[in-house]
T-cell receptor, first 112, second 115 residues
Framework: DAKTTQPNSMESNEEEPVHLPCNHS???????IHWYRQLPSQGPEYVIH???SNVNNRMASLAIAEDRKSSTLILHRATLRDAAVYYC?????????????FGKGTRLSVIA | KAGVTQTPRYLIKTRGQQVTLSCSPI?????VSWYQQTPGQGLQFLFE???????NKGNFPGRFSGRQFSNSRSEMNVSTLELGDSALYLC??????????????FGSGTQLSVL
């Protein structure tokens, strides 16, 4: 599986934008980039995913580099409820319903 | 629509015992996956069931097994428990009807402590 690299932790002030980076230099052409987050005492929850183009949904935006070797999850206005571990995961679209391979993720702290 | 339900929420067992954990997926979802989460190893895939058949399996010993019923509910069993099996066990469901990038919905997990 192609690997991802994320910072161990990041900190943000409440109501400010947060940019969570992810490097995936060995990404293949058929890999989708998925982001999940895990809030304290809960299971992971889906945030967003994309292939080549930037994506937006009600939770976040995903900016994908032109060469696809990196991506950035953008939370437009961080709230205390966004404090969580964020996982960047590559998922091969041509291997069937392959399981999610979680790395260590980035622990985001939000300061009031 | 109810989310993924896992029972029990907490469980304490002793070494050598066996345990069965239960997962009820979101209504209409046909795929159920199980993950183990520990502080040292993070989230690791155990296995996935689709229409009562195991479709994928992670790198865990045979003491870990699972099954899925016709109503898509799933159980996982761990026999001869070891101290290292103490973990949060998470279940996830998805529609799994051919959309290769569809998202998974996770339950809150069962926290298993082995003494």
């Amino acid at each position: 599986d192609a690997k991802t690299t994320q910072p161990n932790s990041m900190e943000s002030n409440e109501e400010e934008p947060v940019h969570l980076p992810c490097n995936h230099s060995t990404i293949s052409g058929t890999d989708y980039i998925h982001w999940y987050r895990q809030l304290p005492s809960q299971g992971p929850e889906y945030v967003i995913h994309g292939l080549t183009s930037n994506v937006n949904n009600r939770m976040a935006s995903l900016a994908i580099a032109e060469d696809r070797k990196s991506s950035t999850l953008i939370l437009h206005r961080a709230t205390l409820r966004d404090a969580a571990v964020y996982y960047c995961i590559l998922r091969d679209s041509y291997s069937g319903n392959t399981p999610l391979v979680f790395g260590k993720g980035t622990r985001l702290s939000v300061i009031a | 629509k109810a989310g993924v339900t896992q029972t029990p929420r907490y469980l304490i067992k002793t070494r050598g015992q066996q345990v069965t954990l239960s997962c009820s997926p979101i209504s209409g979802h046909r795929s159920v996956s199980w993950y183990q989460q520990t502080p040292g190893q993070g989230l690791q895939f155990l296995f996935e069931y689709f229409s009562e058949t195991q479709r994928n399996k992670g790198n865990f010993p045979g003491r870990f097994s699972g099954r899925q019923f016709s109503n898509s509910r799933s159980e996982m069993n761990v026999s001869t428990l070891e101290l290292g099996d103490s973990a949060l066990y998470l279940c996830a469901s998805s529609l799994a009807v051919g959309v290769l990038t569809e998202k998974l919905f996770f339950g809150s997990g069962t926290q298993l402590s082995v003494l």
